[in-house]
T-cell receptor, first 111, second 115 residues
Framework: QKEVEQNSGPLSVPEGAIASLNCTYS??????FFWYRQYSGKSPELIMF????GDKEDGRFTAQLNKASQYVSLLIRDSQPSDSATYLC???????????FGSGTRLQVQP | EPEVTQTPSHQVTQMGQEVILRCVPI?????FYWYRQILGQKVEFLVS????????KSEIFDDQFSVERPDGSNFTLKIRSTKLEDSAMYFC?????????????FGPGTRLTVT
């Protein structure tokens, strides 16, 4: 089982819609969860982090964490064409500082 | 806004040569990291560095790799004898201390091409 699993996509949504990106993980002891955005040929850019169960909102982004189900998600409201990128789920595993990344979900927002 | 910088942006080297990739972390950050991303693959952790020593490393980070903080601002990754499979984007990251020490901010990367 992969440590961090994401659907590779592409996930295609129309402009203005809500994009829902999902991530599951295998290490039950994982404590910190991150969403990075990566444009083609660029470096990962931190957009959200969540440490506790529940929802965390920041502008158009909402991160959701369910540790019992080992599931993290990212909602992007009012999607814009500029949101088109690969979204990387990452976590800090038990007793570690290193981030473990998923392979990413490619999001396409259609104008 | 402070950011991580990396040089060079692109490095081409021949197999067997040594390369040094350079990074300047965000100035008040205390934790430093190197990651790599082979084209089309996921981002992989190499090493973390704190208080002038390696705090964690992955299986990828073998004896061919070393890291150093030669002065108060630079953080370097050295690959002693490059192989074709070392071709990748190498990202430096840094994080703060205290309550925000798990949020890692990435530099723009160095594309390493080994021929």
């Amino acid at each position: 089982q992969k440590e961090v699993e994401q659907n590779s996509g592409p996930l295609s949504v129309p402009e203005g819609a809500i994009a829902s990106l999902n991530c599951t993980y295998s290490d039950r002891g994982s404590q910190s969860f991150f969403w990075y955005r990566q444009y083609s040929g660029k470096s990962p850019e931190l957009i959200m982090f969540i440490y506790s169960n529940g929802d965390k909102e920041d502008g158009r982004f909402t991160a959701q964490l369910n540790k019992a189900s080992q599931y993290v998600s990212l909602l992007i409201r009012d999607s814009q064409p500029s949101d088109s990128a690969t979204y990387l789920c990452a976590l800090r595993g038990t007793g570690r500082r290193a981030l473990t990344f998923g392979s990413g979900t490619r999001l396409q927002v259609q104008p | 806004e402070p950011e991580v910088t990396q040089t060079p942006s692109h490095q081409v080297t021949q197999m067997g040569q040594e390369v040094i990739l350079r990074c300047v972390p965000i100035s008040n950050h205390l934790y430093f990291y190197w990651y790599r991303q082979i084209l089309g693959q996921k981002v992989e952790f190499l090493v973390s560095f704190y208080n002038n020593e390696i705090s964690e490393k992955s299986e990828i980070f073998d004896d061919q790799f070393s890291v150093e903080r030669p002065d108060g601002s630079n953080f370097t990754l050295k690959i002693r004898s490059t192989k074709l499979e070392d071709s990748a984007m190498y990202f430096c990251a840094s994080s703060d201390h205290g309550n925000r020490d798990y949020e890692q901010y990435f530099g723009p990367g160095t594309r390493l091409t080994v021929t």
